[in-house]
């Protein structure tokens, strides 16, 4: 597991403030995840190649809606594997917005958030049912946010799987950035 000083960076540049929480990785379930997703990949194209050399429709069909469901789930775990080996949330602050998202490598798109609509990030309390609250903090997905802070009437969440120590660390960068920055914007 990195360490908190590992997984949070902070960059001011230009009047941008950068805040960016690397994803969480353990490299022994990371391990075991790189090959349990290369032998799903394997074997669901074996099961798919049976799609061109079979006779009977029905058989067809049934590899079909397979390769469907396949296809999804292979596009999921694809997603979440480059999440933990090269994923970040990105916070960027510049004098009006706040940038918000997720990277994977270089790639990923920002969304911005209004600085006037923003109230004050907070602890995230998740009330889901056992079931799905269990599947969030599963290794295997993308999920389980920790923080989060309303836009208009929306909650935006962010924070992926952050120990108690970053949950602090951040808020109170978070809760610095806003202040700073709607103070120095002129009320309209």
């Known amino acids: 597991m990195k360490s908190s000083d590992q997984r949070i960076k902070s960059i001011e540049d230009k009047g941008k403030f950068i805040l960016e929480i690397n994803s ?9 995840f790189s090959v349990w997703l290369a032998a799903f990949l394997i074997c669901g194209l074996a099961i798919i190649s049976q799609l061109f050399s079979s006779e ?4 067809k069909l049934m590899i079909f809606v397979f390769a469907i469901f396949w296809g999804y789930f292979s596009y999921k775990m694809v997603r979440t594997w480059r999440w933990r080996n090269s994923g970040k949330e990105v916070l960027e602050f510049t004098d009006d917005h706040l940038l918000l998202g997720k990277r994977f490598g270089e790639r990923g798109i920002l969304k911005p958030y209004s600085l006037e609509k923003i109230t004050a990030p907070r602890k995230f309390n998740n009330e889901s049912n056992d079931f799905v609250k269990s599947m969030n903090e599963s290794y295997w997905m993308i999920s389980n946010e920790q923080l989060c802070f309303n836009f208009g009437s929306k909650i935006i969440l962010f924070g992926h799987r952050l120990s108690e120590k ?8 978070v809760q610095l950035q806003l202040n700073k920055r709607k103070k120095a914007t002129p009320e309209s």
């Not at 009977?56 to 058989?59: A, D, G, M, V």
């Not at 970053?166 to 960068?173: A, D, G, M, S, W």
């Open 24 to 32: 969480f990785k353990e490299e022994d379930k990371q391990k075991f």
């Open 56 to 59: 009977n429709s029905e058989l």
């Open 166 to 173: 970053e949950i602090n660390k951040v808020l109170k960068i």
